[in-house]
């Protein structure tokens, strides 16, 4: 995440949506991984959903739970379907990617959702507001 987004995901975990029970994430390398530390520091539970394929997976440790290893797409929907909220710190606005299927996955299920872009904007989507 650029340093705009990982300030404006802590803001949405103390402020925004306070209290956050737990942080469920991907386990890959880049914004799973910093959210991870981001909710380690925070003393928020973490629950892991880790990729089959390990290649860009972080091994982030000390979460409060582990699910079972799927493919990518598989426990992208997990994630959104165990969550109040969805949380998406994109790389790029190409609308490709595991980042944009889990986005779009989650507008097709009605789940409230929160893009956090490079900038640090954030959009919300289904909670009426746009700041």
Not at 20 to 27: K, N, P, S, Y
Not at 47 to 62: E, L
Request: proline fraction near 6%; charged fraction near 25%; aromatic fraction near 8%.
């Amino acid at each position: 995440m650029s340093r705009a987004q990982l300030a404006a995901v802590a803001d949405l975990l103390t402020i925004d949506l306070a209290p956050v029970c737990e942080l469920h994430h991907g386990d890959c390398l880049g914004s799973d991984n910093e959210a991870h530390m981001t909710a380690a520091a925070l003393e928020i539970a973490t629950v892991i959903h880790p990729p089959v394929n390990p290649a860009y997976r972080a091994w982030c440790s000390r979460a409060a739970e582990y699910r079972p290893p799927k493919d990518y797409l598989d426990r992208n929907a997990d994630i959104v379907d165990e969550t109040d909220v969805l949380i998406a710190a994109p790389y790029a606005e190409t609308n490709t990617g595991g980042t944009w299927f889990t986005v779009r996955y989650a507008r097709d299920k009605g789940r409230p959702l929160a893009i956090v872009y490079r900038s640090g904007w954030v959009t919300w989507e289904r909670l009426g507001e746009v700041r």
